[in-house]
């Protein structure tokens, strides 16, 4: 029997659509069933500073280390059909963080959309921004544009970065996008949920079902407030620069034991009656 340090080491070469994975990727890729994966997986990537507060470095080099992370978690979600995975990049709160280190996030997304091209091709995988892009410094606008019409033809994963996010104010955007439309028509309808929807930015999305926090903290932090409605929530200790491929597998793993019932009874409770009325009325 092999210990579980070498074990944890351990190669396996296959075709697998994950490519060689390690003996503890491979236990856990064995337990996870294939026709329940959430179709829209959403990650707060919380903890890079931390992580570089214990190594005594500087908070940037836990940026640096986090991109790994992020492409680690892009290529996965793609190669396992997720059908989107939105990674909370820069929330309208971070402005308050020092110039330095804003600006450095902004250069290092910059670099990791050059850089990762190939990576987004290759795996089919289309991008979106979500947040007040036109707040943004101009350099990173026209990056986002053009990574958007570079992958717009790709068939695969939608990836949205929300970057210069924040839930109330995706919100506010959709009910004045609501307003505006009316201005002139005179419309008297009540506004809907469906409306609301479809003018928030990830309209036409699956709503997340599950959500990826890590470094423990219990916060949604003003992340995708409307769309989280009923998603499962998977909060780790790991900090986002250790967060890999076996911790991904992990949470998608715990989120097939949650059972989902969007406020209705569990499976095992189940009656002969008739639901009293349909969700939502
Ligand atoms: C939170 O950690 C992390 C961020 C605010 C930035 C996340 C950005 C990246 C990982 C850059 C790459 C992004 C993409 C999409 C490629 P923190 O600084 O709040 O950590 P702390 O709570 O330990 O201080």
């Not at 236990?27 to 500073?49: C, Q, S």
């Not at 995988?125 to 019409?149: C, H, N, T, Y």
């Not at 499962?232 to 991904?248: G, K, Q, S, Y």
């Amino acid at each position: 029997m092999l210990n579980n340090k070498l074990n944890k080491n351990l190669r396996v070469a296959s075709s697998h659509p994950l490519g060689a994975m390690t003996a503890e990727e491979a236990f856990l890729w064995e337990k996870l069933d294939l026709t329940r994966l959430p179709r829209h997986v959403a990650v707060i990537m919380d903890g890079n500073g931390r992580w570089a507060q214990k190594r005594h470095l500087p908070r940037i080099a836990g940026h640096r280390s986090g991109t790994q992370s992020a492409r680690t978690t892009i290529e996965t979600c793609a190669r396992l059909k997720v059908e989107a995975l939105t990674l909370y990049a820069f929330s309208v709160e971070n402005w308050r963080r020092p110039k330095t280190e804003i600006d450095f996030l902004m250069a290092l997304l910059r670099e990791y959309l050059r850089k990762e091209m190939p990576l987004l091709q290759k795996n089919e995988i289309r991008m979106r921004f979500l947040g007040r892009l036109d707040e943004l410094p101009a350099a990173v606008q026209k990056d986002a544009r053009e990574a958007m019409e570079k992958t717009a033809g790709n068939k695969g994963m939608e990836l949205c970065v929300a970057l210069n996010y924040g839930g109330r104010a995706e919100i506010v955007d959709a009910m004045n996008a609501i307003l505006s439309e009316r201005n002139g028509h005179g419309i008297p309808h009540k506004v809907t949920e469906e409306q609301v929807s479809q003018h928030l930015y990830t309209e036409g999305l699956p709503d997340p079902d599950l959500l990826i926090r890590t470094s423990g903290e219990m916060r949604v932090s003003n992340f995708l407030l409307w769309q989280i409605a009923y998603a499962e929530i998977f909060v780790t200790e790991t900090l986002w620069p250790d967060f890999n491929r076996a911790r991904l597998l992990e949470a998608l793993l715990e989120y097939q034991k949650r059972e989902r019932r969007y406020g209705g009874i569990g499976e095992g409770e189940r009656s002969d009656e008739k639901p009293a009325r349909a969700a939502g009325h």
